[in-house]
């Protein structure tokens, strides 16, 4: 069974950019979240979505999007990069029923 | 909102030794989970635990949570090298439906040979 896959796994950007990652759940998972990981920070909240709806959302600015698709794959986009945004981006998946939720491997982004 | 506290942050441990790993949090919350994340990997899913009094063991790693005390704890027995990694509690906030975690801060275990 296919794990849930996040592209790219790294990235490299320049303050004031932006960027778009990718998350693909495990089949059959309705809900998506997203989580920021940093050192200073450690793991915190960005969003989830459900059914193609923004069900939940963190204390992150309006830079910080995101969005679900039919098929459940979810992308989440910041645009005008900043230095502290640096961070792994990880994306969970879960069934939604308490059972514990499904992490990819993360994307590495670094902000230049 | 729903804080979660871990204690210690860092711990170095002999192979052999046994030791706990305490997830105090700030409000209720109806389950727990435990997470583990190996250098540069994403989190691996260790035990949810669902009600006050719940004890879920695998290999050497044993949760339990008091919800009366707002506490779980992660005992290690007889730690190995390949127990060496960052290990997280986190529970769900009560205001929110969902799959929202709130996470504590990890604490980062190393076992030494």
């Known amino acids: 069974k296919a794990g849930v896959t996040q592209t790219p796994r790294y990235l490299i950007k320049t303050r004031g950019q932006q960027v778009t990652l990718s998350c693909s759940p495990i089949?059959?998972?309705?809900?998506v979240s997203w989580y920021q990981q940093t050192p200073g920070q450690g793991l915190q909240f960005l969003f989830e979505?459900?059914?193609?709806?923004?069900?939940n959302k963190g204390n992150f600015p309006g830079r910080f999007s995101g969005r679900q698709f039919s098929n459940s794959r979810s992308e989440m986009n910041v645009s005008t990069l900043e230095l502290g945004d640096s961070a792994l981006y990880l994306c969970?998946?879960?069934?939604?029923?308490?059972?514990?939720?499904?992490f990819g491997n993360g994307t590495r982004l670094t902000v230049t | 909102e729903l804080k979660v506290e871990q204690n210690p942050l860092f711990l170095s441990m002999q192979e052999g030794k046994n030791y706990t790993i305490y997830c105090n949090y700030s409000?209720?919350?109806?389950?727990l989970y435990w997470y583990r994340q190996d250098p540069g990997k994403s989190l691996e899913s260790l035990f949810v635990?669902?009600?006050?009094?719940a004890v879920k063991q695998e290999g050497r790693l044993m949760a339990s949570l008091d919800t009366k005390a707002r506490l779980s704890t992660l005992h290690i027995t007889a730690a190995v090298h390949d127990l060496s990694a960052t290990y997280f509690c986190?529970?769900?906030?009560?205001?929110?439906?969902?799959?929202?975690?709130?996470f504590g801060e990890g604490t980062q275990l190393t076992v030494n040979p």
């Open positions: 969970a998946s879960g069934r939604d029923n308490g059972s514990p939720l499904h």
């Open positions: 089949s059959g998972h309705r809900s």
């Open positions: 979505y459900f059914s193609e709806t923004q069900r």
């Open positions: 409000t209720t919350s109806d389950r």
């Open positions: 635990l669902l009600s006050n009094g």
């Open positions: 986190a529970g769900p906030p009560k205001e929110t439906s969902g799959s929202r975690l709130t």
